[in-house]
C-alpha cells in the first residue's frame, strides 16, 4: 500500500513567515538598551529586585522577531514594575520607544482616549437628559445640579485625563498592539495571507493507492 503525501511536507525550499531558527544578534549600542528594576514579586516590594534590560524600539527596519520580542519585554517590564494605573503605564512605555514608534504610539493612544471621552461625554449628557425637568414630578435639583457638574466636566475634561480612569490600562495595552501592528512589515502580513489563502485553497490528498 503506498500513502500519497501532500507536495508540501518536507518541502524546505519555502521560507517559514517566521525563521524557526532566531536571527544573528547585531551589535546593540549601549544608548540604545534601556534597564529597569523590576520586582522578583510585583504583589511584594520588600523583596529582590531585578535587573532587566532589552532594547528599545524606534520602528525602523525592525524584523518581526524583534517587533513582537520588544512587545513581550515591555508588558514584562510594566507588570514588573508594579505599574497599575494608565496614566503611570503610558509615562513609563514612553521610555521605551523613539521615533516612528512612540508617535505612533502616541497617536495610537489619542485616538483611543479621543474615542473614550467622546463615550463619556455621550453617557453624562444622556444621564442628564432622563433626570426629570424643572417642575417634572421626581424632579431633585441636587441630583440635576450634580449631573449637570458631571456633563460639564466630561466635555471639557482633558484627552489625557482620561489616562487616570479605569480604561487608561486598556488605552495603554491597545496603544502598544498598535504599535506592533503598525510596524510589522508589509510584505510580512502580506506572506501571511498569501500563506492562508493557499492553504485554504489546497486539497489535501488522504487517499490511499494500492501498490
Keep these: 500500500m503506498k500513502v500519497s503525501v501532500p507536495k508540501d511536507i518536507g518541502n524546505t525550499s519555502k521560507k517559514p513567515i517566521l525563521p524557526l531558527v532566531p536571527e544573528p544578534i547585531k551589535s546593540v549600542k549601549k544608548e540604545d538598551l534601556t534597564t529597569v528594576n523590576i520586582y522578583s514579586d510585583p504583589g511584594d516590594h520588600a523583596l529582590t529586585q531585578v535587573k532587566m534590560t532589552f532594547k528599545g524600539l524606534d520602528g525602523d527596519s525592525k524584523t518581526p522577531r524583534e517587533i513582537l520580542g520588544w512587545h513581550c519585554n515591555v508588558e514584562q517590564a510594566l507588570i514588573g514594575l508594579d505599574l497599575t494605573a494608565g496614566a503611570t503605564q503610558y509615562n513609563m512605555a514612553k521610555q521605551f520607544m523613539w521615533g ?112
Excluded: W
Excluded at 502616541?106 to 467622546?118: C, D, G, I, Q
Excluded at 441630583?143 to 458631571?150: E, G, K, N, P
Excluded at 502580506?190 to 493557499?198: F, I, P, S
Design 100 to 211: 516612528s514608534a512612540l508617535s505612533t504610539f502616541e497617536s495610537a493612544a489619542l485616538v483611543h482616549l479621543t474615542n473614550r471621552k467622546a463615550d463619556a461625554a455621550v453617557h453624562a449628557k444622556m444621564q442628564l437628559a432622563a433626570h426629570p425637568a424643572h417642575g417634572a414630578a421626581g424632579h431633585d435639583a441636587m441630583v440635576f445640579q450634580t449631573l449637570t457638574d458631571a456633563a460639564i466636566a466630561a466635555t471639557n475634561r482633558e484627552v489625557l485625563d482620561h489616562l487616570s480612569k479605569i480604561c487608561g490600562v486598556g488605552v495603554v495595552t491597545d496603544s502598544l498592539n498598535d504599535v506592533v501592528k503598525c510596524l510589522l512589515p508589509n510584505k510580512t502580513l502580506q506572506r501571511v495571507k498569501r500563506y492562508l489563502r493557499h492553504q485554504a485553497r489546497k486539497p489535501v490528498d488522504m487517499s490511499v493507492k494500492q501498490c
